[in-house]
């Protein structure tokens, strides 16, 4: 069973301050991961695709990725109360493009 | 570039109705997907489709449950008989597909009500 896992939070992080969420997925042969941002009631925004073991930066974004712990995670760095949304990640588990998706971690930043 | 469009936003019908949602991928996107997103869940998938072929229908009920994708352009995703527990967002998103290109753009999806 292919799986990506993610803390459902909620994640409280003071305004300012770094968050830090946090993805593990099953399959060891996984070679695409995605963060995506969903405001209540909106549909998913992607933020953040990355491929390669290491640092992806984008503005206040990072996102991490260790292949051999099989973990992806996204840093906001200097967090907004306009980040307050789900974060979901996704993995394309097998190169069929068919993504996994976590059931996403909620953010709260509070001012 | 215009994005993916759904229609309709929302729909409110009675249990064992049937209802059906459009979808118009962006331009040149091959792969086009329907999720079932419930209040609280990341998406599921239902159907993806490539081009006009169906690459991934597993989790589709198929019983009441079915998807099309004429020309392999627009698609539709059709439902009956509804039941409650279909109450959900139903999310269509499209990729490019390419070695690098694998990102899925959402519509704003259809907020479906069963009564």
């Known amino acids: 069973q292919k799986e990506v896992e993610q803390n459902s939070g909620p994640l409280s992080v003071p305004e300012g301050a770094i968050a830090s969420l946090n993805c593990t997925y099953s399959?060891?042969?996984?070679?695409?991961f995605f963060w995506y941002r969903q405001y209540s009631g909106k549909s998913p925004e992607l933020i953040m695709s990355?491929?390669s073991n290491g640092d992806k930066e984008d503005g206040r974004f990072t996102a991490q990725l260790n292949k051999a712990s099989q973990y992806v995670s996204l840093l906001i760095r200097d967090s907004q109360p306009s980040d307050s949304a789900t974060y979901l990640c996704?993995?394309?588990?097998?190169?069929?493009?068919?993504?996994?998706w976590g059931a996403g971690t909620k953010l709260i930043i509070k001012p | 570039e215009a994005g993916v469009a759904q229609s309709p936003r929302y729909k409110i019908i009675e249990k064992r109705q049937s209802v059906a949602f459009w979808c118009n991928p962006i331009s040149g996107h091959a792969t086009l997907y329907w999720y079932q997103q419930i209040l609280g869940q990341g998406p599921k998938l239902l159907i993806q489709?490539?081009?006009?072929?169906?690459?991934?229908d597993s989790q589709l009920p198929k019983d009441r449950f079915s998807a099309e994708r004429l020309k392999g352009v627009d698609s539709t995703l059709k439902i009956q008989p509804a039941k409650l527990e279909d109450s959900a967002v139903y999310l269509c998103?499209?990729?490019?597909?390419?070695?690098?290109?694998?990102?899925?753009?959402f519509g704003q999806g259809t907020r479906l009500t069963v009564v």
């Open positions: 399959d060891r042969v996984s070679q695409s």
């Open positions: 990355i491929y």
């Open positions: 996704a993995v394309d588990m097998d190169s069929n493009y068919q993504l996994i």
């Open positions: 489709f490539q081009n006009n072929g169906v690459v991934d």
């Open positions: 998103a499209s990729s490019l597909m390419t070695a690098m290109n694998t990102e899925a753009f």
